[in-house]
T-cell receptor
Framework: DGGITQSPKYLFRKEGQNVTLSCEQN?????MYWYRQDPGQGLRLIYY???????QKGDIAEGYSVSREKKESFPLTVTSAQKNPTAFYLC???????????FGPGTRLTVT | DQQVKQNSPSLSVQEGRISILNCDYT??????FLWYKKYPAEGPTFLIS?????DKNEDGRFTVFLNKSAKHLSLHIVPSQPGDSAVYFC???????????????FGSGTQLTVLP
């Protein structure tokens, strides 16, 4: 059955280490997105990709990198340059059109 | 500069009554609005949407109203059920070039608690 998977559910890293969060979808959606959510705040867009081998920065792209080598996959790397990496990270995808975004279950990243 | 605002961080209602969640926006280019429901440690689930050419959209117990002149939308849940207790986010998007994927701008969310 179709959906978006994110793994792992919980991730712990030491400060100064890069970490890659996985996002896979089998919905045949063209566009994919990465958001982060902090306590008491809405979702903020990190990066998005409309098509394979193409991606654009969102509102808070500094300290993050992405790749889109396959339609199904949009991994996010949280680099050591990200000053406050501890957050809940959400991946989403959408067909073009309509515009509803469908979200994965999220990854809780804790950096100490 | 928050373009989408949900000014009530929390709302409590009795089971069976109406829940009204509000959202204001500032960007007049927004032409599509969505409501999502989110449980802790899970991804948001799409609930209902409305295009700016409409002022009302209904889906079962959920109705979204859009007042373009006031740049205000609201989500009505009738009747409210304990299972509706969650954080509700409104989101908005602006028209891009034809066929391009749209970005969503989210509000900060309202925690709805439905009391049995």
């Amino acid at each position: 059955d179709g959906g978006i998977t994110q793994s792992p559910k919980y991730l712990f890293r030491k400060e100064g280490q890069n970490v890659t969060l996985s996002c896979e979808q089998n919905l045949n959606h063209d566009a994919m997105y990465w958001y982060r959510q902090d306590p008491g705040q809405g979702l903020r867009l990190i990066y998005y990709s409309q098509i394979v081998n193409d991606f654009q920065k969102g509102d808070i792209a500094e300290g993050y990198s992405v790749s889109r080598e396959k339609k199904e996959s949009f991994p996010l790397t949280v680099t050591s340059a990200q000053k406050n990496p501890t957050a809940f990270y959400l991946c989403a995808s959408t067909p073009r059109p309509p515009y509803e975004q469908y979200f994965g279950p999220g990854t809780r990243l804790t950096v100490t | 500069d928050q373009q989408v605002k949900q000014n009530s961080p929390s709302l409590s209602v009795q089971e069976g009554r109406i829940s009204i969640l509000n959202c204001d926006y500032t960007n007049s280019m927004f032409d599509y609005f969505l409501w999502y429901k989110k449980y802790p440690a899970e991804g948001p689930t799409f609930l209902i949407s409305i295009s700016s050419i409409k002022d009302k959209n209904e889906d079962g117990r959920f109705t979204v109203f859009l007042n373009k002149s006031a740049k205000h939308l609201s989500l009505h849940i009738v009747p409210s059920q304990p299972g509706d207790s969650a954080v509700y986010f409104c989101a908005a998007s602006a028209g891009g070039s034809s066929g391009s994927a749209r970005q969503l701008t989210f509000g900060s969310g309202t925690q709805l608690t439905v009391l049995p």
